[in-house]
């Protein structure tokens, strides 16, 4: 740490010893940056934006630039424009140096915007040069135009693109009407369906209960007569006894009487259960039918929902069509078609009133800077030539 401070004071000891020399640099510095920007000619910058204009397309009627915005900046500083203008304006340049005063590309990733730069030292002269080269990049264009559209065939086109898109319009109504009154017989028939499905439903409720109910007549009605033969059974059994032969042989006749009405009871118990059984296995497939047919139903009216809704797109994007193609040949009917999406100056160019070089305050600034660094090298690389000796 000591040797360190040691050294950082002899350091200090050599600026302080030989500041003059260093400030002499320093000021030199200064002063030949400051003479040096004084005596160099300024240069003025001129700017502008220019966009470029659109063809349409007559296969298609969408609007492309007439040309690309690399072609453009390429031609704003193509050497056949720069020589026109060094012959028309009559700049005091060459075509080499001229070159080198203009320049022109696209803007970020835009392909119809295209800025122009032009320096020069005089702004007059710039301004000037500027509004040549737009001028005549706007007579290329409509040229260009010119070549490619027509306003006859245009408004021709659009008549018949028009035409086309109502025609495509009544083909989507009709189109839709049609598959609607279709689904619409499909739904009424399943309707049809599903009345006749209840009817049957009804009319076999009907017809089971009859039976059902007549069953359970017979049943109470042979109920009843068991229980009375049972009791006249076992009256006659308490009266006679003991029992002639024909008193045994009437026994036994009512005996096999009331066996058979219990063997047709359980007959009719049977046969009761049975329908029962099938009154619901039928009410079962009937209500599988009619949930089927209402399934059915269902998605026939979601596809004409979805079909509807599909018609009212289709047809909003036909009628948004025609609106921008009949907005487009009103344009067309008030101008000509070389005044319409035009290339033009966005951003116009204006006679600058400061010079973009030289930069005296920043040319200063950085004068200092080198000449404080040029005269601490110069000091201590005399300090180190004297220790030397």
Same mark, same amino acid.
């Given at each position: ?9 002899? %350091? ?21 940056? +400051? ?22 397309? &007559? ?18 500083? !193509? ?13 005091? $340049?060459?075509? *080499?140096? &001229? ?26 002269? +710039? ?5 040549? /080269? ?16 027509? *306003? ?11 035409? !086309? ?8 109504? =009709? ?6 009154? *279709? ?12 009345? &006749? ?16 109910? !007549? ?7 042979? *109920? ?8 006249? /059974?076992?009256?006659?059994?308490? =009266? $006679? ?12 006749? %009512? ?29 079962? #497939?009937?209500?599988?039918? #009619? ?19 599909? +018609? ?19 344009? /067309? ?42 005269? /601490?090298?110069?000091? $201590? $690389? ?8």
């Amino acid at each position: 740490m000591q040797e360190q401070e040691l050294s950082l004071r002899d %350091y200090i000891e050599v600026v302080k010893r030989r500041k003059k020399t260093i400030l002499l640099v320093f000021f030199i510095a200064i002063i030949g940056s +400051a003479v040096l920007s004084f005596v160099l000619p300024p240069v003025y910058q001129v700017k502008s934006t220019i966009k470029i204009g659109q063809i349409v397309d &007559l296969s298609t009627f969408e609007k492309v630039p007439i040309e690309s915005a690399v072609a453009s900046s390429q031609f704003l500083q !193509g050497p056949g424009l720069l020589t026109d203008a060094i012959r028309d304006l009559n700049l005091p $340049f060459t075509l *080499k140096k &001229l070159r080198k005063k203009v320049s022109a590309e696209p803007i970020g990733q835009e392909e119809d915007l295209v800025e122009m730069k032009i320096e020069m030292a005089d702004p007059p002269q +710039a301004l000037s040069t500027s509004r040549y /080269l737009t001028a005549k990049l706007e007579e290329r264009h409509h040229q260009i135009k010119l070549e490619h559209e027509d *306003k006859t065939a245009l408004l021709a086109q659009y008549d018949e693109h028009i035409a !086309g898109l109502h025609g495509q319009l009544v083909d989507v109504d =009709e189109s839709k009407e049609e598959f609607l009154a *279709k689904y619409d017989e499909q739904v009424k028939g399943l309707y049809e369906q599903l009345a &006749l499905v209840d009817i049957h439903r009804k009319e076999i409720l009907t017809e089971y209960d009859v039976r059902i109910k !007549g069953i359970n007549e017979q049943l109470v009605e042979i *109920k009843d007569n068991i229980s009375k033969a049972k009791e006249d /059974l076992q009256r006659m059994r308490e =009266e $006679f006894e003991p029992l002639s032969e024909a008193e045994s042989r009437l026994l036994v006749g %009512y005996m096999d009487d009331v066996k058979s009405k219990e063997n047709r009871y359980d007959a009719l118990m049977k046969e009761s259960r049975e329908t029962q059984i099938k009154k619901t296995e039928l009410l079962r #497939s009937i209500q599988v039918e #009619s949930d089927t047919l209402m399934e059915e139903l269902r998605q026939i009216q979601v596809k004409k929902t979805e079909l509807s809704r599909d +018609a009212g797109e289709q047809h909003d994007i036909l009628m948004l069509q025609l609106r921008e193609v009949q907005t487009e040949k009103a344009k /067309l009917e008030r101008l000509e078609s070389a005044k319409m999406y035009i290339t033009e100056t966005i951003v116009p160019a204006e006679e600058p009133e400061e010079p973009i070089r030289p930069n005296i305050p920043l040319n200063i600034v950085v004068a200092a800077v080198i000449g404080l660094v040029i005269g /601490l090298g110069l000091v $201590f $690389f005399l300090e180190s030539l004297e220790k030397g000796k």
